[in-house]
């Protein structure tokens, strides 16, 4: 079974960066897209940023202009989030559409993220 493993996430201050990276558990996957969701208490979880196996990138647009999702989704994806601020603050999940002609979309385990002075 394929898992999503993510790492980075943390405590940062306002106008602080992280970055947060994902890979699949398992080579030779397809994978179609991979990216992040995120969700703060109470509220919906919401798409944060995506990439495609093309390269194609879309963001949420909240964090247009803020947050950079880059790498080789066939190894580890990358988040670079600059400029935080506190409503960043929410548990962050890796997503991804993996498999062959009946792809599945799989979840991590999420990692938190705490923009606070």
């Known amino acids: 079974q394929v898992q999503l493993v993510e790492s980075g996430g943390g405590l940062v201050q306002p106008g602080g960066s992280l970055r947060l990276s994902c890979a699949a558990s398992r080579s030779g996957v397809i994978i179609y897209y991979m990216g992040w969701y995120r969700q703060a208490p109470g509220k919906q979880r919401e798409l944060v940023a995506r990439?495609?196996?093309?390269?194609?990138t879309i963001y949420g647009e909240s964090v247009e202009g803020r947050f950079t999702i880059s790498g080789d989704i066939k190894n580890t994806v990358y988040l670079q989030m600059e400029s935080l601020k506190l409503e960043d603050t929410a548990v962050y999940y890796c997503?991804?559409?993996?498999?062959?002609?009946?792809?599945?979309?799989?979840w991590g385990q999420g990692t938190q993220v705490t923009v606070s002075s």
């Open positions: 997503n991804a559409l993996l498999g062959g002609s009946r792809p599945n979309e799989y």
């Open positions: 990439i495609t196996n093309g390269g194609s």
